[in-house]
């Protein structure tokens, strides 16, 4: 049987190990490897940042994988040869006929200076899950989400973040004494869509949330408690929360198979320059957000290619940039966008505004993907 090893066990990593299991039950050979025990959706994040889930709650143990045909590693990688398809890790080594890098894109708050000192990033599960704790300590004052880089993963979360802030400091009391600024280097909240943008720009005047586009948080002042931004502006906070800088995982860049900081691939077939080796999601510069909802998009095209690579079949099924994104407008309300990337052309999408139905609906995203990624299911309440 063609042995498969997938790098990273998020979005894409799971989609591909599901469907090879899926279609090949025990006589698949497929080996997943991820340093981390466990599994986060992005937006379970806010549940435990705000206090509504504790970590165990919204944490997936891989121990808990059980699909035939897949075997769960969880060990540092430390080297990945791709053209050998050779792949070094604490547990050992891993060849393979063919290879996914799906590892995803690391943080790195120190890449910002201030950042580590004086504020919070929120997008990893440590500093999310640490925000639980300090939150109910904050007693009011200036409130800064700051985006430090681009690319970052899941543009519309800093819009959710400063919403679900103001509900938050709403139900404590604590809102008429505080202000809520956001800063991102974004024209807009969400460029593909402008309908999206408009609405989640019309939410935050309704509730007195400033926007500040077109600039970076490049450093904060600790001892001022002052973010300075790329524009020479300063903003005061007693609070910042941070997307840190993301960069491509240090062990695929030592792998040769990035250009750019980033690993091309073909955008319809998710190969990479080297033979039988793909990659997908937030790895990529592939050309679409980075979410995990475009990694599962990507996994499946290369999964149904890998079918047929062991079927001796060919498929000429493309990835065709397409993906819905779940926005959270506070209050209780979701709102939902589909949109679709394709190589050379401006995005295109829908936008639906917020409503219980699209609540339920992200309700569903979720327990339908860890019933299929985990095969039990999930009682998030």
Not at 176 to 192: F, G, H, R
Not at 313 to 337: M, Q
Request: proline fraction near 7%; hydrophobic fraction near 40%; include cysteine.
């Amino acid at each position: 049987m063609t042995r498969v090893v997938v790098l990273g066990a998020g979005f894409g990593g799971l989609e591909i190990a599901a469907t090879l299991s899926e279609r090949f039950g025990a006589e698949a050979d497929v080996v997943l490897i991820d340093k981390r025990d466990g599994f986060v959706f992005g937006f379970s994040k806010f549940e435990v940042i705000f206090g509504r889930r504790l970590p165990e709650q919204v944490t997936h143990r891989y121990a808990d994988l059980a699909k035939p045909g897949v075997r769960f590693v969880q060990s540092e990688i430390r080297a990945i040869d791709p053209n050998s398809r050779r792949v070094e890790t604490d547990a050992g080594s891993f060849e393979a006929d063919i290879l996914v890098v799906a590892l995803g894109a690391d943080l790195d708050p120190a890449a910002t200076p201030g950042l580590v000192e004086a504020g919070h990033e929120f997008y990893s599960n440590a500093g999310a899950f640490a925000l639980r704790d300090v939150l109910p300590r904050f007693q009011g004052g200036r409130v800064v989400v700051g985006v430090t880089s681009t690319p970052f993963k899941c543009p519309p979360a800093p819009s959710e973040a400063v919403l679900l802030m103001h509900d938050y400091l709403t139900a404590r009391g604590l809102r008429e004494q505080s202000t809520i600024s956001l800063v991102t280097p974004l024209p807009v909240p969400v460029p593909p869509s402008p309908p999206a943008s408009q609405a989640l720009m019309a939410a935050f005047a309704d509730r007195g949330i400033e926007f500040v586009s077109g600039s970076r948080v490049e450093r904060l002042d600790a001892g001022r408690r002052v973010a300075l931004l790329a524009n020479g502006d300063e903003l005061p906070f007693d609070l910042f929360l941070g997307v840190p800088k993301h960069r491509v995982p240090q062990v695929v860049a030592d792998s040769g198979l990035t250009v750019d900081g980033w690993v091309p691939v073909d955008p319809a077939t998710l190969e990479t320059a080297f033979p039988n080796v793909y990659a997908v999601g937030d790895v990529t510069s592939v050309g679409t957000p980075k979410a995990g909802v475009f990694s599962e998009g990507q996994a499946s095209v290369v999964a149904e290619r890998i079918i047929a690579r062991i079927d001796g079949t060919s498929s000429d099924r493309t990835y065709g940039g397409t993906g819905t994104c779940y926005v959270e407008f506070g209050e209780e309300s979701v709102a939902k966008v589909d949109v679709t990337f394709l190589p050379g052309q401006a995005p295109v999408g829908s936008f639906a505004a917020p409503s219980p139905a699209a609540a339920q609906e992200k309700h569903a995203f979720g327990t339908d993907r860890i019933r299929r990624w985990f095969d039990r299911e999930w009682d998030d309440a």
